[in-house]
């Protein structure tokens, strides 16, 4: 709480001095990272992961303060420009979307259209136009749905190991939850999958059946606009770290690009690791296929950023969502912080 209201102090004070869109030294740009844009009584559900969403209403706000007072660019225009050792803004902003949601089209889409801001999203390529979920999301619906009553079961066991050790283990919290999910990527995304798949089927209550993820048809409508240009997050948000195969990492890297060219007739030049994991081999394969990388590694960026480590700041509700704390943000006065998102 201290620390939120020193943070919306300094907001204030850079707000009325105009401090976050001053550059001092090089020309710099901040990428904003968004996941999800949801109405307001949609961000507190189970499934939806705190961290991951923010309302519309402060969406709308954050993008009136930035077509106020900063130049907005596509990634890819700036990174182009920087390479080509063109005049950079000297202060300039780039919005990105993880993952590929529903809601990008259907909640923030609509803004980035009135405000004209430019956007990139990422796309986990496999999951567009069906009714798959990521692991995580089908993981907090398993836990929401079958808690307490399944917890003994020997297909939940593994599940009842991710406990918090404070939690109250017969009325788990929202927070609760999302502890277990952190806990859960001790395991293997793969076998992830099988395990959740095997609870669900367990505890009879199937897997999710509404769509939670783009269609192609969306994301072509956003994209002949000209505001949304596309990258890769792989095909199946498959964490790319030492333990992937070189031909399981061309499948996620190459193979999504090409699902990209196939649906959209344009190749993605923009790649984003997912949960920000990055093995050596991994970024050599991007390296070779795509002209620049996001990572979730908190921070600004200069002409001198490797363009295959774009740092980035997240944002989402739970950071608060009054304008002076934005601005606080977008300062990048806390830039050593680190995420995994
Ligand atoms: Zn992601």
């Not at 020193?6 to 401090?19: Q, Y």
């Not at 969403?53 to 402060?58: M, N």
């Not at 405000?115 to 796309?123: E, G, K, N």
């Not at 999958?193 to 089927?201: G, K, N, Y």
């Amino acid at each position: 709480m201290l620390k939120r209201i020193i943070k919306t102090s300094v907001g204030s004070f850079i707000a009325a001095t105009g401090l976050d869109r001053r550059s001092f030294g090089a020309p710099r740009l901040i990428v904003l990272m968004y996941h999800r844009v949801l109405p307001f009584d949609e961000i507190a559900k189970p499934t939806v992961q705190p961290g991951m969403a923010i309302s519309t209403a402060a969406f709308k706000s954050q993008l009136e303060a930035l077509r106020k007072h900063h130049e907005l660019v596509h990634l890819s225009d700036w990174m182009t420009q920087a390479q080509s050792g063109a005049p950079l803004p000297k202060s300039a902003i780039a919005v990105t979307f993880d993952d590929g949601w529903a809601d990008n089209y259907q909640h923030a889409y609509p803004l980035l259209a009135r405000y004209q801001v430019p956007a990139t999203l990422f796309l986990a390529t496999d999951y567009i136009s069906t009714n798959d979920w990521f692991w995580p999301e089908r993981l907090a619906r398993v836990i929401a749905k079958g808690w307490p009553d399944m917890r003994r079961h020997p297909a939940f066991t593994w599940i009842e190991k991710l406990l918090p050790p404070d939690a109250d283990s017969g009325r788990l919290s929202r927070t609760d939850i999302h502890c277990m999910i952190s806990a859960a990527k001790s395991h293997g995304d793969t076998e992830l999958r099988r395990r959740i798949e095997l609870a669900e089927r367990t505890a009879g209550i199937g897997r999710p059946q509404t769509r939670a993820l783009l269609t192609w048809d969306e994301t072509r409508n956003m994209t002949t606009s000209g505001l949304v240009e596309l990258g890769s997050h792989t095909r199946t948000h498959q964490r790319l770290d030492a333990t992937l195969s070189h031909s399981s990492l061309e499948h996620e890297v190459v193979g999504s690009s090409n699902q990209i060219v196939k649906e959209t007739g344009v190749k993605p030049v923009l790649f984003c690791y997912p949960n920000g994991n990055r093995s050596d081999d991994a970024e050599a394969v991007v390296r070779r296929h795509y002209s620049g990388a996001c990572t979730t590694v908190r921070g600004c960026n200069t002409r001198n950023t490797d363009p295959f480590r774009i740092a980035r700041i997240g944002i989402h509700q739970g950071m608060g969502t009054s304008t002076a704390l934005f601005r606080f943000h977008l300062s990048c006065l806390n830039r050593q912080e680190s995420v995994r998102e």
